[in-house]
């Protein structure tokens, strides 16, 4: 484990512990995987007790991970044990970014991902040109999806000149 691991184990485990003192009961330490990969910093596996943190967005990032991600990630384990199966970042899961870990509930990070990130395809519709995954270009190719612009609601067609 390297420094940056370790130092992300020890801010789960103070997360847990603010937690266990606002909540009064006891939470087991997860299991702490760095093995995340994409776009995605973290994601809480509820039923097997794990957080997963991406390690290339742990390195470039590591100050928002400790006062971020993992209390985002944390207390999505926390809702879970406290109030079963709710929705995501939903009323309890806010509450307990903001009231626990004193952290304001967004969902998303805002890393720049340029250097995880996979190959795209560009796909144009009425307003602009959109950027797609590989796995969202290939659902597309075999036709198990179409995509719509958010803005102008035209359906996304791929320009294969990039």
Known sequence: MNELEY????AVARCIAQAEAYFQCAFPLPDVLFNQRGKTAGTARLQTWQLRFNPVLLRENSQAFFEEVVPHEVSHLVVYAKF??????GKEWQAVMQQVFGV????????DVSSVQG??????????????SIRRHNKVQRQQVQYFCRRCKQRLAWSQVA
């Open 7 to 10: 130092q992300t184990t020890k």
């Open 84 to 89: 079963g199966r709710v929705k995501p970042h």
């Open 104 to 111: 304001a509930p967004k969902t998303t990070h805002s890393f």
């Open 119 to 132: 190959k795209t395809f560009t796909y144009q519709c009425g307003c602009d040109q959109i950027s797609l």
